[in-house]
């Protein structure tokens, strides 16, 4: 069963960056891709972006195409997202786990989460 936990959240004002990182229990290779999703206050979770363990093919939402990149190194089982030029609709709690989009995730292999909070 695959666990994942994320790391890297933290305050930042509009236009900044911050580099999240998710750390996998488990080979992240028996699935297809793993996804950075999120969840702002009052909303639905969406996915942000995946990358597929094998050819590192990569995914983005429209909404963050452009100013974040997504990135995995296989030997420290790690999946990141840079996020450069945050905007406030950015914030939101960031989780990473299998698959690409929510209909197709488990949710019971996202970790707990880390808090990105964009504002001046």
């Known amino acids: 069963h695959l666990q994942l936990a994320e790391s890297g959240g933290d305050l930042v004002q509009p236009g900044g960056s911050l580099r999240l990182s998710c750390v996998a229990s488990g080979s992240t290779l028996e699935y297809y891709a793993i996804g950075w999703f999120r969840q702002a206050p009052g909303k639905e979770p969406e996915g942000v972006s995946c990358i597929t363990t094998i050819n590192r093919i990569t995914s983005y939402a429209d909404f963050v195409k452009g100013r974040f990149t997504i990135s995995t190194d296989n030997a420290k089982n790690t999946i990141d997202l840079q996020m450069n030029n945050l905007k406030p609709e950015d914030t939101g709690v960031y989780y990473c786990?299998?698959?690409?989009?929510?209909?197709?995730?488990?949710?019971?292999?996202w970790g707990q989460g880390t808090q990105v909070t964009v504002s001046s």
């Open positions: 786990g299998p698959g690409c989009t929510i209909e197709t995730t488990s949710r019971e292999s």
